[in-house]
């Protein structure tokens, strides 16, 4: 768990541009441009591709709608991160939030029978997550965060307070395998949550 932290760490710092020796990892997901995006998403440097995908699946969480709750299409999604990744390489002065708005959220495809509901997703499917498929984890991971974020209505991405988060989930999980990761994520990701 704790190398997958460190890889989506690195994306997201790929993704933009911050510095490795800055002390805080965060950024106001409400300032990426789209520019910045496709610079990342079509680089032959496969970290900052997979750093463009970790700000996609934040900002899928993030666009959630109440209606769509915690119900995600993977493939739908990721026809909207295609359709988000396009419309950005022609329009590199919007924003990626305003971008992923067109796609995303109300504006996303139906829900096909292959969705799932995170809300019934267990925490032992984390404790039993194959170094393999991390990344499957990850971006789960970053989707709840962005989730969580827009709840609060807070357009920041701070990856000491995500990586803190998943490590108590992580615990959390390892101790309470049959509870579910949304709760999980609720208790350590949350306004709300009480973090303990």
């Known amino acids: 768990m704790r190398l997958l932290l460190r890889a ?4 997201l710092l790929l993704v933009t ?7 805080e990892m965060t950024i106001d997901a409400s300032t990426l441009s789209c520019k910045d ?10 970290t900052a591709q ?12 993030y666009q959630a709608t109440e209606e769509q709750g915690t119900v995600v299409d993977f493939d739908n999604m990721l026809k909207a991160f295609n359709q988000t990744t396009e419309y950005c390489s022609k329009n590199p002065t919007i924003g990626v939030m305003t971008a ?3 796609f995303m959220g109300e504006n996303a495809e139906k829900d096909t029978p292959k969705a799932i509901d995170l809300a019934i997703l267990k925490c032992e499917a984390v404790n039993s997550t194959k170094e393999n498929e991390t ?9 709840l965060a962005g989730y969580h974020a827009s709840v609060a209505k807070s357009t920041i991405i701070d990856m000491d307070a995500f990586g803190a988060s998943v490590e108590k989930m992580t615990t959390y999980c390892a101790e309470n395998p ?3 990761l949304f709760t999980a994520s609720e208790k350590f ?3 709300e949550g009480d973090g303990e």
Request: hydrophobic share 45%.
């Open 8 to 11: 989506i760490a690195a994306a």
């Open 17 to 23: 541009g911050a510095s490795a020796a800055s002390a």
């Open 37 to 46: 995006l496709t610079e990342k998403n079509q680089s032959t440097d496969k």
């Open 50 to 61: 997979y750093g463009a995908s970790v700000i996609l699946y934040w900002m899928a969480g």
């Open 100 to 102: 992923t708005d067109k």
């Open 135 to 143: 990344d499957g984890l990850g971006q789960i991971l970053m989707w």
């Open 178 to 180: 049959q509870m579910g």
């Open 189 to 191: 990701m949350s306004e």
